[in-house]
């Protein structure tokens, strides 16, 4: 199964330069619409560099495509609805929805650590919804350290410096809606309470 996957992310340098000359759209292009530089595009399209989620999440989206498609990872699960995992740096991501631009859905398995992992925040262009199912997630949000408990949801501006891990030994499985920037998921926290004044949020 390992092998198939660093097949498949080996193999995606090439459908990189492929969607690029289909698209008839140079480096410099892709880098103003992705904010990508053009030495580390080259670099993947060679494959001297390897994608990372935060790479395939804007150059996914340039190009209209779902990331399952991007990656064209191998199927797993249920063969009926072909479900795509994609596995990287210990994280396991499955795509949820099958259609390129609009809001994109995302389960993630986050294996537990003895040791806890640095976080590396990163910045890209977007807007990300999240939800814990199982496990304590450990989320860093620019100044904020955050500790997500089951049935708890985090919504943040992914120009926002960001890191999530699983807060401690244990796995931590969550759902991730991510969209494009200006496009939010809402949601209300819990139901207004009988006789609070004011408004009720939109």
């Known amino acids: 199964m390992e092998h198939d996957l660093d097949q498949a992310l080996d ?27 053009v030495s580390t595009l080259s670099r993947l399209e060679s494959g001297s560099r390897r994608p990372t989620l935060e790479l395939l999440f804007p150059l996914a989206r340039a190009y209209g495509v779902t990331l399952d498609e991007l990656v064209d990872a191998p199927p797993t699960g249920d063969p009926r609805i072909h479900l795509r995992p994609v596995t ?23 294996p537990g650590n003895d040791r806890p992992s ?22 860093v949000l620019g100044e904020h350290d955050l500790v997500l408990a089951p049935g708890e949801a985090a919504e943040f501006d992914t120009r926002v410096p960001h890191w999530f891990g699983s807060a401690d030994s244990g796995s931590v499985e969550f759902l991730s809606l991510f969209g494009r ?12 309470a009988e006789g609070a004044s004011g408004d009720a949020d939109p």
């Open 181 to 192: 920037q200006g496009e939010r998921a809402h949601l209300r926290a819990r139901p207004r």
């Open 118 to 139: 640095e976080p590396d925040p990163q910045t890209h262009e977007g807007y990300e919804w999240l939800y814990v199912l199982n496990g304590r997630l450990r989320v």
């Open 11 to 37: 193999a995606v340098g090439p459908r990189l330069r492929a969607l690029r000359k289909q698209k008839e759209t140079t480096l410099t292009d892709l880098s103003a619409a992705t904010g990508i530089s």
């Open 88 to 110: 990287r740096h210990g994280m396991t991501m499955l795509p949820l929805t099958r259609r390129p631009g609009g809001i994109q859905a995302y389960k993630l398995v986050i």
